[in-house]
């Protein structure tokens, strides 16, 4: 009896949060009805530079990018927004994210971001992508308008799909389907410590990992070379783009040796990977660099990751990348954490990295690593008019107010379960909400 008590309390909770979602999930923006002007403000470009100036925008698209000297404004026919003092960014890019694909870490229900098994090519994280998650819309209100959304686990994970949070459904949000393959790569470091299986027991499921990954690529390359597969098998079909470099390869692993290691493997099959995480990276910055190889970074405020590293190690590796010209982009575990991922790049300011080249690699290099630099990542005359209007410095957190913001020229509303409680209790007691 109790059991069932507390399921049928379980599945009232989730009817209720079903039926609240809706109301607290502001709906899709409108299409843009004429050109608006955002003038005044610090226009931070995306690719390095800012400048102070106006820009303009139509139809979703942006027409003009400048100082404003040759414009003539008339504001019968466009909208004006005076942003004197204040700043305008593109659209900040969530890299590896689960947002939309996970709700309440407690409730299993909600939680849609992996599989079973080890080898899961044909997984797709975008038929999933929930976008009436409320997580989205407190991330959407810090700057962060698009996301690369992808699954999680096994060896294989699957793939991730580039998104916008201005969608009614997984559909609508879609801005560049199966945009990659998420490779977990095995630990190659022996670990010495008390929780730690017998070393050469680590060796050997090190051994065994890297055998079966191997196989399975040698087994695609066989499948795929035939013209007409005598049987459909759907995991090595899923491997079609990335065995021809349509879909990227991106290789989740912290270890300096690792890293070597997946790049020299992937270089086999004319790949090049992405390597997400890459807490080591300031260990191989000449290998790196050599290879040309793009980085996702983890969160930047952390702890390092082994005994001996300064502890500063988290939070200089972005300078140390930039200064070797190597393009990076930042990253957030989790759902609602993606948030915070303005405030990691302002955390890597803090220790020597640009504050515009802290920008870009949120903004113009994101989008360049995802193949989505064509439309999105700067403010550049044609691309679309996805960005935003911050009061203060958006990488810090005291000047993250956003003011307005657009995707593809339609305005956002900025509300969110969060500010809707706010304002709640600000007139039960009394106090004016900003």
């Not at 049928?8 to 999930?25: D, K, R, W």
């Not at 050109?35 to 470009?45: C, E, K, N």
């Not at 956003?402 to 339609?410: Q, V």
């Amino acid at each position: 009896m109790r059991n069932l008590l507390l399921t049928a309390s379980l599945f009232l909770s989730l009817a209720t949060y079903a039926q609240n979602t809706p109301g607290e999930v502001p709906a899709p923006g409108k299409a843009q009805a004429k050109p608006i002007w955002i003038t005044g403000a610090t226009l931070h470009l995306g690719n390095g530079q800012a400048i102070q100036g106006i820009i303009g925008f139509d139809k979703g698209k942006i027409t003009y990018v400048g100082s404003g000297a040759e414009i003539r404004l008339n504001r019968n026919e466009a909208d004006i927004i005076d942003a004197t003092g204040k700043h305008v960014y593109p659209g900040f890019i969530a890299f590896n994210s689960i947002l939309g694909l996970n709700e309440v870490d407690a409730v299993r229900a909600t939680r849609d971001y992996a599989e079973t098994g080890e080898l899961n090519p044909n997984v797709r994280a975008l038929i999933a992508y929930n976008t009436d998650s409320r997580i989205t819309p407190t991330v959407r209100n810090n700057g962060t308008l698009l996301s690369q959304i992808a699954p999680q686990g096994g060896r294989i994970s699957g793939r991730s799909s580039v998104v916008h949070f201005d969608a009614w459904n997984w559909e609508d949000a879609t801005l560049k389907a199966e945009d990659g393959m998420h490779f977990n790569w095995p630990s190659m470091r022996v670990y010495d410590a008390w929780w730690a299986p017998p070393a050469d027991e680590q060796r050997k499921r090190s051994a065994e990992q890297m055998a079966a990954m191997e196989q399975f690529m040698e087994d695609a390359k066989a499948y795929l070379a035939q013209s007409k597969p005598e049987k459909i098998n759907l995991k090595l079909e899923a491997m079609r783009d990335v065995m021809n470099g349509k879909c990227k390869v991106y290789v989740h692993t912290g270890e300096a040796k690792s890293m070597i290691a997946a790049v020299n493997f992937f270089a086999k099959y004319n790949l090049r990977p992405v390597i997400v995480g890459a807490d080591e990276a300031g260990e191989i910055v000449s290998f790196l660099r050599d290879k040309q190889i793009p980085l996702i970074l983890s969160r930047t405020q952390r702890l390092p990751g082994r005994n001996g590293d300064p502890v500063d190690a988290p939070f200089t590796l972005p300078a140390q990348l930039a200064a070797a010209g190597i393009p990076f982009g930042l990253m957030m575990d989790g759902a609602w954490e993606q948030r915070n991922i303005p405030f990691q790049a302002g955390q890597a300011v803090g220790y020597g990295l640009g504050p515009e080249r802290a920008v870009q690699a949120l903004t113009g290099d994101a989008a360049r690593i995802l193949g989505i630099d064509a439309t999105y990542g700067t403010l550049e005359t044609g691309k679309s008019a996805t960005l935003f209007i911050s009061a203060g410095d958006a990488l810090d957190i005291r000047g993250n107010k956003l003011e307005a913001a657009f995707i593809d020229g339609r305005r956002l509303e900025l509300s969110d379960k969060q500010t809707g409680l706010y304002k709640k209790f600000s007139e039960k007691y009394g106090v004016e909400a900003p």
